[in-house]
């Protein structure tokens, strides 16, 4: 039996994408209220192991529990209802194209709450000032630059208050002021809403200032290598790769 | 003229009795000198020299650019098989440099393809598999588009209104030019073709009767479907795969919202909807424009023309060309988003995805106005 202490539970997870293995073996934790980060070099297979935490991707083997519920087992309207507790901020934003932001980040508020539509704008125009684009809701996301699309799918990502926020690369493309600012967000919204936080990223900078935990996928094992906060990783893991990425150095680092 | 060919650069072999081989290279080995291969040099080395590593010797080198780096790499290969050690001292820091930049990450033995090898009885074994497979995905497709459907006349169906406006407009009012226009030609080609015919005979006023039951009950609803196919379904196809690569259909599944409802229902409803409505114009503009030619070419007045289209055509004939309208707009709905959903993730997916749509509508119309004409000929409709 899963122990309820932890928000997410990873167990024996094994990803493929037909023949080709992308990860295998992958056991890990995230606790409630936990910042985990999934690093790991281009190609090693982060997003694929989103895809299948937030169902996108059915694991070749291996279970993922949310709380106790195994998201594999359990019935689809139960699913529906444990999906609608994720937020998720994908690595391109994936803004609806048709839509304006404010529509964007008031469909899920339509579709899942009660509000009425004085209600919505009131929290659309909140969601969006908490990204730093407030008075932009009638824009479509084509208006607006990349990062600006990036953090309007942030906006979306919190419209229903998730108590799991997912990230996919989401400092990826962006300036250092701007992707410094996304960082502080990250954080307030774990300090202020308890909210647990599993990000993808290889950015340093995201990985040191907001990781509580995190685990490290190596692309020629094919598996997670490392397990730990980042920063204590960087001080004691005695894997040449894991230092090699961690301090972005050229030569491989002799063990520790 | 100067010359930029094999004079430039310079190859020299010394074999030493300690089993190295010197390679020495002097002046400019650029690509487009037309530098050695590798493999000829290679062939140099014969087993009785008994050559167990490779060294170089560039003082003399000129200039160079990729075309060495290739060389050394290639050469490099082929030691490797031979388990010949290669020395790279002799050569500039910077060649060194490269090569071990473009040697730090191994090759990936997994990625490689395999080369396509296959007997035809497993060519035609892996189609059949292919064909069944899609086969099976536009089955599951038209079911859940069904019960979508079914959803939808039950008001548990989650769609926004303005999509569905939207898409009507799209589909309905935006059509009218293009349907006009084909409508029309395709009457006067209709009326042409019969009237040549028909004033052989002096009858030429039942090209009204040609026309009117050409366009009603076949032309007007075929010719409909294949534009829509065209305009329509293929800006589905690439509407829903740009979605898909942009990742905006995995947000609407992981926020729990079903693409089905909210993107394909909507689409689906707008064309059953405005098929029969761009039907009845077409029909209409048909019969029009063979009025044209008859008054035309053939001195028939119009009066007399649409006195002769009222008594040819039944309320049969109408309700022929509505029934197969409804479903070649679910054919077309269907086909696009099929396709659309199906889309992989690049661009070029997103053009291949709209010519498929484009395809599999038409030859779906077709095959289906093929099996209606058998049914309503047999129930004698």
């Given at each position: 039996?899963?122990?309820?202490?932890?928000?997410?539970?990873?167990?024996?997870?094994?990803?493929?994408?037909?023949?080709?293995?992308?990860?295998?073996?992958?056991?890990?934790?995230?606790?409630?209220?936990?910042?985990?980060?999934?690093?790991?070099?281009?190609?090693?297979?982060k997003?694929?192991?989103?895809?299948?935490?937030?169902?996108?991707?059915?694991?070749?083997?291996?279970?993922?529990?949310?709380?106790?519920?195994?998201?594999?087992?359990?019935?689809?309207?139960?699913?529906?209802?444990?999906?609608r507790?994720?937020?998720?901020?994908?690595?391109?934003?994936?803004?609806?194209?048709?839509?304006?932001?404010?529509?964007?980040?008031?469909?899920p508020?339509?579709?899942?709450?009660?509000?009425?539509?004085?209600?919505?704008?009131?929290?659309v125009?909140?969601k969006?000032?908490?990204?730093?684009?407030k008075?932009?809701?009638?824009?479509?996301?084509s208006?607006?630059?990349?990062?600006?699309?990036?953090?309007?799918?942030?906006?979306?990502?919190?419209?229903?208050?998730p108590?799991?926020l997912?990230?996919?690369?989401?400092?990826?493309?962006?300036?250092?002021?701007?992707?410094?600012?996304?960082?502080?967000?990250?954080?307030?919204?774990?300090?202020?809403?308890?909210?647990?936080?599993?990000?993808?990223?290889?950015?340093?900078?995201?990985?040191?200032?907001?990781?509580?935990?995190?685990?490290?996928?190596?692309?020629?094992?094919?598996?997670?290598?490392?397990?730990?906060?980042?920063?204590?990783?960087?001080?004691?893991?005695?894997?040449?790769?894991?230092?090699?990425?961690?301090?972005?150095?050229?030569?491989?680092?002799?063990?520790? | 003229?100067?010359?930029?060919?094999?004079?430039?650069?310079?190859?020299?072999l010394?074999?030493?009795?300690?089993?190295?081989?010197?390679?020495?290279?002097?002046?400019?080995?650029?690509?487009?000198?037309?530098?050695?291969?590798?493999?000829?040099?290679?062939?140099?080395?014969?087993?009785?020299?008994?050559?167990?590593?490779?060294?170089?010797?560039?003082?003399?080198?000129a200039?160079?650019?990729?075309g060495?780096?290739?060389?050394?790499?290639?050469?490099?290969?082929?030691?490797?098989?031979?388990?010949?050690?290669?020395?790279?001292?002799?050569?500039?820091?910077?060649?060194?440099?490269?090569?071990?930049?473009?040697?730090?990450?191994p090759?990936?033995?997994?990625a490689?393809?395999?080369?396509?090898?296959?007997?035809?009885?497993?060519?035609?074994?892996?189609?059949?598999?292919?064909?069944?497979?899609?086969?099976?995905?536009?089955?599951?497709?038209?079911?859940?588009?069904f019960?979508?459907?079914?959803?939808?006349?039950?008001?548990?169906?989650?769609?926004?209104?303005?999509?569905?406006?939207?898409?009507?407009?799209?589909?309905?009012?935006?059509?009218?030019?293009?349907?006009?226009?084909?409508?029309?030609?395709?009457?006067?080609?209709?009326?042409?073709?019969?009237?040549?015919?028909?004033?052989?005979?002096?009858?030429?006023?039942?090209?009204?009767?040609?026309?009117?039951?050409g366009?009603?009950?076949?032309?007007?609803?075929?010719?409909?479907a294949?534009?829509?196919?065209?305009?329509?379904?293929?800006?589905?196809?690439?509407?829903?795969?740009?979605?898909?690569?942009?990742?905006?259909?995995?947000?609407?599944?992981?926020?729990?919202?079903?693409?089905?409802?909210?993107?394909?229902?909507?689409?689906?409803?707008?064309?059953?909807?405005?098929?029969?409505?761009?039907?009845?114009?077409?029909?209409?503009?048909?019969?029009?424009g063979?009025?044209?030619?008859?008054?035309?070419?053939?001195?028939?007045?119009?009066?007399?023309?649409?006195?002769?289209?009222?008594?040819?055509i039944?309320?049969?004939?109408?309700?022929?060309?509505?029934?197969?309208?409804?479903?070649?707009?679910?054919?077309?709905?269907?086909s696009?988003?099929?396709?659309?959903?199906?889309?992989?993730?690049?661009?070029?997916?997103?053009?291949?995805?709209?010519?498929?749509?484009?395809?599999?509508a038409?030859?779906?119309?077709?095959?289906?106005?093929?099996?209606?004409?058998?049914?309503?000929?047999?129930?004698?409709?």
């Open positions: 039996m899963v122990a309820s202490e932890f928000h997410i539970t990873v167990s024996d997870l094994k990803l493929a994408y037909g023949e080709f293995v992308i990860q295998r073996d992958l056991n890990f934790e995230v606790k409630h209220g936990e910042i985990f980060i999934i690093m790991g070099g281009s190609g090693c297979g997003s694929t192991l989103l895809r299948a935490m937030i169902g996108l991707l059915k694991p070749v083997q291996g279970e993922i529990f949310y709380d106790n519920l195994n998201f594999e087992l359990i019935e689809p309207t139960e699913r529906d209802q444990l999906m507790r994720f937020g998720v901020l994908y690595q391109s934003g994936a803004l609806w194209s048709s839509m304006t932001l404010g529509e964007n980040v008031a469909l508020l339509g579709e899942f709450t009660d509000l009425n539509a004085n209600q919505i704008r009131e929290v125009s909140l969006l000032s908490l990204v730093g684009l008075g932009f809701e009638d824009f479509y996301p208006e607006l630059s990349g990062g600006m699309q990036k953090r309007a799918g942030l906006a979306r990502a919190m419209a229903l208050d108590e799991i997912f990230f996919d690369e989401p400092t990826g493309g962006l300036d250092p002021v701007s992707a410094h600012r996304l960082d502080d967000l990250i954080l307030e919204l774990r300090e202020s809403l308890g909210t647990t936080v599993v990000v993808v990223t290889h950015e340093l900078a995201t990985i040191f200032a907001v990781g509580d935990n995190s685990i490290f996928l190596d692309s020629d094992t094919k598996t997670m290598i490392a397990e730990g906060n980042p920063k204590t990783l960087l001080a004691e893991s005695n894997n040449a790769k894991v230092q090699k990425f961690l301090t972005r150095s050229e030569s491989t680092v002799e063990a520790k | 003229m100067m010359d930029l060919g094999s004079h430039s650069w310079d190859l020299e010394n074999f030493s009795t300690t089993g190295t081989l010197l390679i020495q290279i002097s002046g400019s080995w650029k690509l487009q000198n037309h530098l050695p291969s590798s493999i000829k040099v290679f062939n140099q080395i014969k087993p009785e020299n008994f050559i167990q590593r490779i060294a170089f010797d560039s003082k003399k080198l200039n160079w650019d990729t060495l780096l290739t060389f050394i790499s290639s050469l490099n290969g082929q030691c490797l098989n031979q388990g010949i050690v290669m020395d790279l001292q002799g050569l500039p820091a910077g060649v060194r440099r490269l090569l071990k930049l473009a040697s730090a990450v090759e990936s033995k997994e490689s393809k395999t080369p396509q090898t296959a007997s035809f009885f497993t060519r035609v074994g892996l189609a059949l598999i292919q064909f069944l497979r899609a086969s099976k995905e536009t089955l599951e497709f038209i079911g859940e588009a019960l979508t459907f079914l959803k939808f006349f039950t008001g548990k169906a989650r769609y926004r209104m303005s999509d569905l406006i939207l898409t009507i407009q799209e589909c309905g009012a935006q059509a009218l030019p293009i349907v006009s226009l084909i409508s029309l030609l395709v009457g006067l080609i209709l009326a042409f073709v019969g009237a040549v015919q028909l004033k052989q005979f002096g009858a030429q006023i039942y090209v009204a009767n040609l026309v009117g039951l366009m009603v009950r076949e032309m007007g609803t075929m010719m409909t294949v534009i829509m196919a065209g305009r329509t379904g293929a800006a589905f196809a690439a509407q829903l795969g740009t979605m898909q690569v942009n990742q905006e259909i995995d947000a609407l599944k992981t926020l729990g919202i079903s693409p089905m409802e909210f993107l394909v229902l909507p689409r689906m409803i707008a064309l059953m909807l405005m098929m029969p409505l761009l039907c009845l114009y077409s029909d209409l503009l048909g019969i029009l063979g009025a044209l030619v008859s008054w035309g070419m053939l001195d028939i007045s119009l009066i007399q023309y649409f006195n002769q289209t009222q008594g040819a039944g309320i049969n004939d109408f309700l022929v060309g509505l029934i197969k309208s409804v479903i070649f707009g679910v054919i077309v709905a269907i696009g988003c099929l396709r659309g959903m199906q889309c992989g993730n690049s661009s070029s997916a997103v053009g291949n995805s709209a010519t498929s749509a484009v395809v599999t038409i030859v779906l119309v077709i095959v289906w106005d093929a099996i209606f004409a058998i049914i309503f000929n047999i129930v004698d409709f």
